[in-house]
């Protein structure tokens, strides 16, 4: 069973930043694309960045294009969410995503396998 640790979620300031963070439990990391998204209260989860596999190639919304940042180490099985110039629309419960079977389409939550508990963001005006 893959479980997925996030971390790294809090309340900031507009204009502020965070870092979140993800550990899949498993053996060879490099070997799941990862991705996030996210779930604000009364609207449907989102798609907010995605890093394939073993190339640097990543996907982003166009709401976080330019403010957000995903990256892996694989070394560490840990993906990154760097969140620059946070605002009050980017508040919601993060989920960290971990597709093992997909190639392709990871905007799409129906391509990820493994799901972590999600982890709380709230920005402030």
């Known amino acids: 069973q893959v479980q997925l640790v996030e971390s790294g979620g809090g309340l900031v300031q507009a204009g502020g930043s965070l870092r979140l963070s993800c550990a899949p439990s498993?053996?060879?990391?490099?070997?799941?694309?990862m991705g996030w998204f996210r779930q604000a209260p009364g609207k449907d989860r989102e798609f907010v960045a995605a890093?394939?596999?073993?190339?640097?190639?990543?996907y982003y919304a166009d709401s976080v294009k330019g403010r957000f940042t995903i990256s892996r180490d694989n070394a560490k099985n840990t993906v990154y969410l760097e969140m620059n110039s946070l605002k009050p629309e980017d508040t919601a419960v993060y989920y960290c995503a971990a597709s093992e079977h997909y190639r392709s389409d990871y905007y799409y939550s129906t391509k990820y396998d493994y799901w972590g508990q999600g982890t709380q963001v709230t920005v402030s005006s």
């Open positions: 498993v053996r060879t990391f490099s070997g799941y694309a």
């Open positions: 890093i394939r596999r073993r190339d640097p190639y990543t």
